[in-house]
């Protein structure tokens, strides 16, 4: 728009992480990105904020509605379209309008089950197992959950050798669940899925993996070296969850975890 001033490199980084930037535009941030830690970092909590606006683009009445059928926690109806209507703008037409959506998207994913996405894990203990106080500060809310939760189920798949904890805490609304992933390698798009011992399959939550991955432990980055930490909800009790499953957006079963 004629007049409006542009964002500064920094407000960038939220447009990029939506991936709503032109080719031209996505190249100068990069360029940006190589030399700047705050914006990596800010890269790094909004990892997952795609798929979950792609998850929103997808609510009945705006498209497909296979995704948000399967999402455990849905924004109030005002909120969802008025959310809906301004990823759909971005995606049809590649341009800049504002940058609140990206405060916004955030409130709404760590503000309930829906999803809260961190990549901070690993290290920063004493020498004796606990975590400093600088480590607890600096700890996503997914991977405080994480540490808070004393109910876990582990595995490692043979093939893939994609490792996942789920931690478990039963909840008056269902399960609430911290995945903690090591060993997957981007970029791609993932879902931690809830099998009932019913059959029935719910969604607990999304993210994406980018280029580095996470828990690597042959990484040249610290950011490749660490786990993913991400949090969700299920509608079922935890004694009517017969599994979990880590499975790409291509209906690729990484990682199967007994519960």
């Given at each position: 728009?004629?007049?409006s001033p542009a964002p500064n490199e920094h407000e960038t980084v939220g447009a990029y992480a939506l991936g709503i930037l032109d080719d031209a535009e996505a190249t100068a941030f990069e360029?940006?990105?190589?030399?700047?830690?705050?914006?990596?970092?800010?890269?790094?909590?909004?990892?997952?904020?795609?798929?979950?606006?792609?998850?929103?683009?997808?609510?009945?009445?705006?498209?497909?509605?296979?995704?948000?059928?399967?999402?455990?926690?849905?924004?109030?109806?005002?909120?969802?379209?008025?959310?809906?209507?301004?990823?759909?703008?971005?995606?049809?037409?590649?341009?800049?309008?504002?940058?609140?959506?990206?405060?916004?998207?955030?409130?709404?994913?760590?503000?309930?089950?829906?999803?809260?996405?961190?990549?901070?894990?690993?290290?920063?203990?004493?020498?004796?197992?606990?975590?400093?106080?600088?480590?607890?500060?600096?700890?996503?809310?997914?991977?405080?959950?994480?540490?808070?939760?004393?109910?876990?189920?582990?595995?490692?798949?043979?093939?893939?050798?994609?490792?996942?904890?789920?931690?478990?805490?039963?909840?008056?609304?269902?399960?609430?669940?911290?995945?903690?992933?090591?060993?997957?390698?981007?970029?791609?798009?993932?879902?931690?899925?809830?099998?009932?011992?019913?059959?029935?399959?719910?969604?607990?939550?999304?993210?994406?993996?980018?280029?580095?991955?996470?828990?690597?432990?042959?990484?040249?980055?610290?950011?490749?070296?660490?786990?993913?930490?991400?949090?969700?909800?299920?509608?079922?009790?935890?004694?009517?969850?017969?599994?979990?499953?880590?499975?790409?957006?291509?209906?690729?079963?990484?990682?199967?975890?007994?519960?």
């Amino acid at each position: 728009m004629e007049g409006s001033p542009a964002p500064n490199e920094h407000e960038t980084v939220g447009a990029y992480a939506l991936g709503i930037l032109d080719d031209a535009e996505a190249t100068a941030f990069e360029a940006h990105l190589a030399t700047c830690e705050w914006c990596a970092q800010q890269l790094d909590e909004l990892a997952g904020m795609e798929p979950m606006m792609a998850a929103l683009a997808d609510l009945p009445g705006t498209g497909t509605p296979a995704i948000a059928e399967s999402l455990t926690a849905k924004p109030g109806p005002r909120l969802a379209e008025r959310l809906v209507d301004e990823v759909a703008e971005r995606r049809a037409s590649k341009r800049r309008r504002n940058f609140y959506l990206v405060g916004t998207a955030a409130a709404l994913i760590i503000g309930g089950p829906f999803a809260a996405v961190a990549t901070t894990g690993g290290g920063g203990d004493d020498g004796g197992g606990k975590k400093t106080e600088a480590t607890r500060q600096a700890a996503s809310p997914a991977e405080s959950a994480f540490a808070a939760m004393p109910d876990r189920v582990t595995a490692t798949d043979p093939t893939t050798e994609v490792s996942a904890t789920v931690a478990l805490q039963k909840k008056a609304w269902g399960t609430d669940a911290v995945l903690e992933l090591k060993n997957v390698k981007g970029p791609e798009k993932c879902s931690l899925i809830a099998v009932g011992k019913n059959g029935e399959r719910e969604t607990v939550t999304s993210w994406s993996v980018p280029d580095w991955g996470y828990g690597l432990p042959d990484a040249t980055t610290d950011k490749g070296r660490k786990p993913l930490y991400v949090q969700g909800g299920a509608a079922f009790e935890p004694n009517q969850i017969d599994r979990f499953e880590v499975m790409t957006f291509d209906g690729e079963r990484l990682v199967e975890v007994d519960a």
